[in-house]
């Protein structure tokens, strides 16, 4: 009988043994995920010299902060935020003419020492643009730009004017979200794109495919570049 007995003692202490064991090495690995995470995400509180919630070398959306009177003074207004660790950000558009060579508009860039770390926003703002009066043919204004990486910054204005008026109206394109996109040196990220067939594309790939250009006259797309 005492033998009997005893057997379901060891059972118990095996059992909760293995529970403690077990509970100790999730409770472990739960703190493993959750720091490696953070150190992803750059949610470190001595990680001054990044954006928080957003991984090294991404960029994404960064809308939210603009007043009222920005609104107000353009006709479209935009903002990305980044953070990266090359030596050159370019921000310039592209002209696509139905399926002939684009024509390249440098608006600017900043150079950064290979390797340096850092965070970064471009914000612009488009005046003039009109995109729903179809009395008029749309049109682009001035493109005003301010482009900055962790104390180095540039600011220019440059017009659009030599751009073709859109005489069937223009529609928009925007490729770029809150959700990070990852930054791929050497390969320009698409922003945003305006279109004479007054169609908004999803896909970026497909908007400049042969399919997408046959019938369509004019394109145009701004692009952030990173070297």
Do not use: C
Not at 6 to 13: A, F, I, L, N
């Amino acid at each position: 009988m005492q033998k009997n007995d005893s057997t379901p003692e060891k059972g118990k202490r095996f059992n909760k043994k293995a529970f403690y064991s077990i509970t100790g090495t999730l409770t472990v690995l739960m703190v493993i995920a959750a720091t490696l995470y953070i150190n992803h995400m750059n949610y470190w509180p001595y990680n001054n010299d990044k954006i928080r919630g957003l991984p090294d070398e991404h960029i994404r959306a960064g809308l939210g902060n603009h007043s009222s009177v920005e609104t107000l003074l353009f006709s479209q207004l935009a903002a990305y935020e980044m953070n990266y660790s090359g030596s050159e950000v370019k921000f310039y558009a592209e002209h696509y003419h139905y399926d002939e060579r684009p024509e390249t508009i440098g608006f600017g860039s900043i150079s950064r020492f290979e390797g340096d770390n850092s965070m970064g926003q471009l914000i612009w703002g488009l005046t003039d643009l009109k995109t729903t009066d179809f009395d008029e043919n749309p049109s682009f204004g001035h493109l005003y730009a301010h482009l900055e990486l962790s104390g180095s910054s540039l600011s220019f204005n440059d017009s659009l004017s030599i751009l073709p008026e859109f005489t069937e109206g223009l529609a928009t394109s925007d490729f770029i979200g809150s959700e990070p996109i990852e930054i791929k040196k050497n390969q320009p990220i698409p922003l945003l794109g305006w279109s004479s067939d007054l169609t908004s594309y999803s896909d970026y790939e497909y908007s400049i495919s042969p399919d997408a250009m046959a019938d369509r006259e004019d394109y145009i797309v701004l692009y952030l570049e990173f070297k």
